[in-house]
Nanobody, 121 residues
Framework: QVQLVESGGGLVQPGGSLRLSCGASGRFFSINDMGWYRQAPGKQREFVSTITSNGGAYYVDSVKGRFTISRDNAKNTVYLQMNSLKPEDTAVYYC???????????????WGQGTQVTVSS
């Protein structure tokens, strides 16, 4: 069984910073892309950022220049450094990873449980 566990959310003032982490555990052969999505109240879940296994990073336009995604392949962990946070960044942030689990011939999407980020004064 593969699990993704997020941490690092919280309450921060506008202009502040937070760093989210998401670690994969369990039995698996490989992890391809890892990324972050978010869902604000009353809205659909949206893509935020993704990083490939060799470090290629992509962002939604609204976070470019403010958020930085990175990963530590040795730790099976992905990070999201969020700077210059705005109230509109308030959402539950979910980690997603493309993982080939042990005993499986295919790669599937796995999701974390989500971590709340609230930007408010």
């Amino acid at each position: 069984q593969v699990q993704l566990v997020e941490s690092g959310g919280g309450l921060v003032q506008p202009g502040g910073s937070l760093r989210l982490s998401c670690g994969a555990s369990g039995r698996f052969f490989s992890i391809n892309d890892m990324g972050w999505y978010r869902q604000a109240p009353g809205k659909q879940r949206e893509f935020v950022s993704t990083i490939t296994s060799n470090g290629g990073a992509y962002y939604v336009d609204s976070v470019k220049g403010r958020f930085t995604i990175s990963r530590d392949n040795a730790k099976n962990t992905v990070y999201l450094q969020m700077n210059s946070l705005k109230p509109e960044d308030t959402a539950v942030y979910y980690c997603k990873a493309e993982i080939r689990a042990a005993g499986s011939l295919i790669t599937g999407d796995h999701w974390g449980q989500g971590t709340q980020v609230t930007v408010s004064s």
